[in-house]
């Protein structure tokens, strides 16, 4: 493949930040926001449970969506029909959610935002190994990683912004609608630039066509055979343990604000999306950093690392009760997530086969689900229950998050055993 221009490799990273921006404003400002009103006696268990099973759905739509987007042959290519499809539904899911009157109306609004994004993502992941050569795919995940950490602090600041004082005092109960409406934008936008700039090119992926029929590869959708490749089943290890860690950390840090720091709930909210802003600007650099020193001296290393000083964010995170040293922590923490987003995406785009890159993209998607899926239930079996049984408003938190350290770590040590030359 011939090299491609930074600006080529910009313009296929946008769409994550479509993707980020959407999760960080819907999950958790928004998914606390409707909890707190629909189950305000088990706002935990709740959001823990809603977050579980929307995240079954996605596990299951986007290694099927992968196999249809490798065979398919449309004027559009493989990738863009399934792009705009994905984006239109989100739309639609992430105003559902925002109207949700009843619990059951929020669980079909996750449901289909799960759904929705899934169809995109796999898709879209697969531009990467489609169109980007081998040598770039460092830098191209360090620009997706850029991306991914803009997203999670603009989102922050916005979701922060609507669903704060300032934006109850002004949009009062259609702040919740402001909400869905600002990443309903960003995927227009986003979209149409990736439709005009970043599609494949005729010819461009032709040899790499998968070559099973759909029949065929439907029903080995979600297999991988782990022993012919071992390096793919230490990375979804790492990748399960990692992102789970992460997930437990985020999914309740509104609600570990409220609960045991004693802030409003519109506080928390904007001291929330202060936080964001005030990491994102390092996670860039060392997003950046990241890439840089995955292709020069392989990704194991790298990965390691980021495991590593994620654990001494979270320890840390368990000691610490004021403002600046819970930012402190989670500075720490988002150092460590930033390295691992580069370092993590690029390695995997080197061992997933080109001709099924969607397919096995969308099987490792299966590793970022199990592990949100994992910490979500977690959450929610054990912060409200074993608040309530101890009487006390943080020891479930701090379980979970304890869990949430020792994850990090563990997640460290699976890598150990991958080639040198990963």
Avoid: H
Avoid at 48 to 75: C, H, N, Y
Avoid at 262 to 285: N, S
């Amino acid at each position: 493949m011939k090299k491609i221009s930074y600006l080529r490799m910009f313009v296929i990273s946008l769409l994550g930040f479509a993707l980020t921006f959407s999760s960080n404003i819907q999950d958790p400002p928004l998914m606390t926001f409707k909890v707190r009103q629909l189950a305000p006696d088990l706002p935990n268990t709740t959001l823990g449970i809603l977050g579980f099973i929307g995240l079954l759905v996605a596990m299951a739509v986007q290694p099927i969506i992968g196999v249809f987007s490798d065979r398919a042959k449309t004027k559009l290519g493989r990738r863009l029909p399934y792009i705009i499809g994905g984006a239109v539904l989100i739309a639609a899911s992430l105003f559902l959610l925002a109207a949700a009157p009843t619990l059951w109306v929020l669980l079909l609004g996750v449901i289909m935002i799960q759904f929705s994004s899934n169809i995109l993502q796999g898709p879209w992941q697969a531009l990467i190994p489609d169109l980007v050569p081998e040598g770039q795919r460092g830098k191209a995940s360090s620009l997706k990683a850029v991306m991914d950490i803009l997203a999670l602090v603009v989102g922050g600041l916005v979701a922060g912004m609507i669903l704060g004082e300032n934006g109850i005092a002004r949009w009062g109960d259609n702040a919740v609608y402001v909400a869905a409406a600002a990443p309903t934008a960003v995927f227009f936008l986003f979209v149409v630039i990736t439709a005009i700039w970043a599609r494949e090119k005729e010819g461009e992926t032709s040899e790499a066509v998968a070559s099973r029929s759909i029949g065929e590869a439907l029903k080995n959708a979600f297999y991988v055979n782990f022993r012919e490749r071992p390096v793919f089943g230490w990375w979804f290890a790492n990748r399960i343990l990692f992102w789970g860690a992460f997930i437990a950390i985020n999914s309740f840090l509104i609600n570990y604000l409220i609960d045991v720091i004693d802030m409003t709930e519109a506080e928390a909210q904007g001291f929330y999306g202060m936080l964001k802003v005030i990491l994102g600007g390092a996670l860039i650099l060392l997003a950046l950093v990241s890439g840089w020193l995955s292709d020069r001296f392989g990704r194991k290393p790298v990965v390691l690392i980021s495991g590593l000083v994620a654990f001494a964010g979270a320890f840390l995170l368990l000691f610490v009760r004021d403002r600046t040293m819970i930012t402190v922590a989670g500075a720490i923490v988002g150092m460590g997530v930033g390295t691992f987003l580069t370092a993590s995406w690029a390695l995997a785009t080197d061992i997933v086969p080109r001709e099924e890159a969607a397919r096995y993209l969308g099987i490792a998607n299966i590793a970022t689900c199990i592990g949100s899926g994992m910490a979500r239930l977690l959450g929610g079996v054990l912060i409200d229950p074993i608040n309530r049984a101890l009487g006390s408003s943080s020891s479930g938190y701090l379980l979970l998050y304890g869990l949430a350290a020792l994850f990090f770590l563990v997640s460290a040590l699976v890598v150990i055993p991958l080639p040198k030359n990963q």
